[in-house]
């Protein structure tokens, strides 16, 4: 506390004294408001090596999983202690996971392999779904009960890229967008209206999607920057937030209009951007090794409130709202680090 604070304080609870003859007392000083992200522990995995990609909770059974993209497993925690319960090999390339609360079935997007669909509960394999080579980034669409998912680009190698539309139970494909592209990266999907929004990551574009249709009904220029890659949603407020990676920006925009509404420097290396609805708060990981999160203060007005020390590759993440928590892993990457999964106490918006 500051001498003037200490004399502010100090002149409200007097009254008459050194301080002065009114009898008005000073404001007592507003207390700082909680950071709000909170490092509460992490966990190791020993002998891990390149990069994580996605998460996935299920909160029925008190699990947390990761696709361990690079080493070619399947990482599952207990959602409540964080603890390391199994480490699942023999996957090609796994990219996104899928739970189906339902039916307790977990899809693990492969993009090397048959995708797996697991008993999300035994962890043991029930059957296996042929998806097109390069499987990647997904988005589930609770409208239908259809998962949307990206195939093909230059990691497969194929000179263009896919965005399918299937059923995860089955695997039956509904729609097949074709992209004239080589690099397509994150998607987000409206759950109560007929839009979905993808990346072009090397075009440098937002695509608009009719999901009745399947079709591109228009194309969106990221102006800000470059690379722009993960995305997320405040569909209440008809707000999308891309992050490029050339710098690092998160730039907000108007899903009805394609207009930028704000623009904020991001962490570099980003891979996952989280909208907290519960908050209002926007969470940026990226590989710099710090979480940037971002306040909305109404749809047009945005402020960065912190930015909170994670992990060098700490740039994938998943909100858990049962357990007030953002789970993040570090990826070891090219630094040969231990790899980790953090989590971090979300404290309440006041």
Avoid at 1 to 13: K, N, Q
Wanted: charge should be negative.
């Amino acid at each position: 506390m500051t001498i003037r604070s200490i004399l502010l304080l100090t002149c409200a609870t007097l009254a008459l004294g050194a301080c002065g003859k009114s009898q008005t007392a000073a404001a007592a000083p507003t207390a700082p408001a909680p950071a709000p992200l909170t490092l509460a522990g992490s966990v190791d995995l020993p002998g891990y090596k390149g990069d994580f990609d996605h998460f996935a909770v299920d909160e029925k059974d008190n699990r947390l999983f990761l696709a361990g993209e690079e080493s070619a497993e399947l990482e599952v925690f207990d959602l409540t202690t964080g603890a390391l319960e199994k480490r699942l090999t023999g996957y090609g390339v796994p990219h996104s996971l899928h739970l189906t609360p339902a039916t307790g079935e977990l899809l693990v997007v492969d993009g090397g392999k048959p995708s797996q669909v697991l008993d999300a509960k035994t962890l043991m394999e029930k059957r296996t779904i042929k998806l097109p080579a390069g499987a990647d980034s997904a988005d589930f669409d609770s409208s239908n009960g259809h998962l949307w998912i990206v195939t093909g680009g230059k990691d497969v190698p194929l000179p263009d890229s896919h965005l399918s539309e299937i059923d995860p139970a089955t695997g039956k494909v509904f729609h097949d967008v074709r992209f004239d592209a080589d690099h397509v990266e994150a998607l987000a999907v409206q759950q109560a209206g007929p839009k979905l929004f993808i990346n072009v990551t090397d075009k440098n574009y937002l695509a608009v999607i009719d999901k009745t249709s399947g079709k591109v009904v228009d194309k969106w220029k990221i102006k800000e920057a470059e690379q722009n890659a993960p995305v997320a949603m405040d569909e209440k407020n008809h707000r999308l937030f891309v992050v490029t990676r050339k710098p690092g920006k998160l730039v907000v925009i108007n899903a009805d209009t394609g207009a930028t509404v704000a623009s904020f420097k991001a962490p570099e290396r980003t891979d996952q951007v989280t909208w907290d609805p519960d908050n209002r708060r926007v969470y940026v990981t990226g590989g710099e090794g710090y979480i940037s999160v971002v306040q909305q203060d109404d749809a047009d007005h945005y402020r960065e409130i912190a930015k909170i020390p994670s992990l060098p590759g700490a740039k994938t993440a998943i909100l858990a709202p049962s357990v007030h928590r953002l789970y993040v892993a570090a990826s070891p990457g090219e630094s040969g680090a231990m790899g980790k999964v953090m989590w971090y106490t979300i404290a309440p918006r006041g």
